[in-house]
């Protein structure tokens, strides 16, 4: 299953697009796109909507992983300006029909690391472990972009089971509607 991590930001966003294979993962491409800071609103915002486009063309991902959107009422214009941003990401993929999933920060860093406070450092090195990569030379928008995928590809993994099972129970009671209905 091919997975693009994006971590939208007006200034920078990062992106990266993994490959999932049973419990393998491997890393595809990463990379951030810096739309020039001193330009017009809408000439950054459509530099970002070409880059994303690009990549989505390019990668074609079955899926776009994103952080849910949480802000704190002192930083609401930050958050103003990255919901921006987020909403080129959104439509982007909306463009190319690829669905989009999204995860509390505490849980992507749970799936990654194994700790819901892990600190950027600590969700930075294990991204490099599941990927078996060296990420210190990566800006931290692509590391976190790179932790978004992972950690879908690791939820999805440990639900895997369990929905396979839940699919066996529903078939086995479907044949016994319909053995009761046939007798």
């Given at each position: 299953?091919?997975?693009?991590?994006?971590?939208?930001?007006?200034?920078?966003?990062?992106?990266?697009?993994?490959?999932?294979?049973?419990?393998?993962?491997?890393?595809?491409?990463?990379?951030?796109?810096?739309?020039?800071?001193?330009?017009?609103?809408?000439?950054?915002?459509?530099?970002?909507?070409?880059?994303?486009?690009?990549?989505?063309s390019?990668q074609?991902?079955?899926?776009?992983?994103?952080?849910?959107?949480?802000?704190?009422?002192?930083?609401?214009?930050?958050?103003?300006?990255?919901?921006?941003?987020?909403?080129?990401?959104?439509?982007?993929?909306a463009?190319?029909?690829?669905?989009?999933?999204?995860?509390?920060?505490?849980?992507?860093?749970?799936?990654?690391?194994?700790?819901?406070?892990?600190?950027?450092?600590?969700?930075?090195?294990?991204?490099?472990?599941?990927?078996?990569?060296e990420?210190?030379?990566?800006?931290?928008?692509?590391?976190?972009?790179?932790?978004?995928?992972?950690?879908?590809?690791?939820?999805?993994?440990?639900?895997?089971?369990?929905?396979?099972?839940?699919?066996?129970?529903?078939?086995?009671?479907?044949?016994?509607?319909?053995?009761?209905?046939?007798?």
């Amino acid at each position: 299953m091919r997975i693009l991590g994006i971590d939208p930001g007006l200034n920078a966003t990062g992106y990266g697009v993994i490959e999932a294979e049973g419990g393998a993962l491997s890393l595809v491409t990463a990379g951030v796109v810096r739309p020039p800071a001193r330009q017009a609103l809408g000439l950054r915002l459509r530099i970002l909507h070409e880059a994303l486009t690009q990549v989505l063309s390019s990668q074609r991902p079955v899926l776009m992983v994103l952080e849910a959107l949480y802000t704190h009422h002192d930083y609401l214009t930050t958050a103003t300006l990255m919901a921006h941003a987020r909403g080129i990401v959104c439509l982007a993929g909306a463009q190319h029909g690829v669905p989009i999933v999204e995860y509390f920060p505490t849980h992507v860093k749970k799936a990654v690391t194994g700790h819901g406070a892990a600190s950027k450092d600590q969700v930075a090195r294990m991204v490099g472990v599941w990927l078996s990569m060296e990420t210190s030379t990566l800006a931290s928008d692509t590391t976190d972009a790179l932790a978004l995928a992972v950690a879908h590809a690791q939820l999805h993994r440990a639900a895997a089971p369990a929905l396979a099972v839940k699919r066996r129970s529903v078939r086995a009671g479907l044949r016994k509607l319909q053995e009761a209905a046939a007798s």
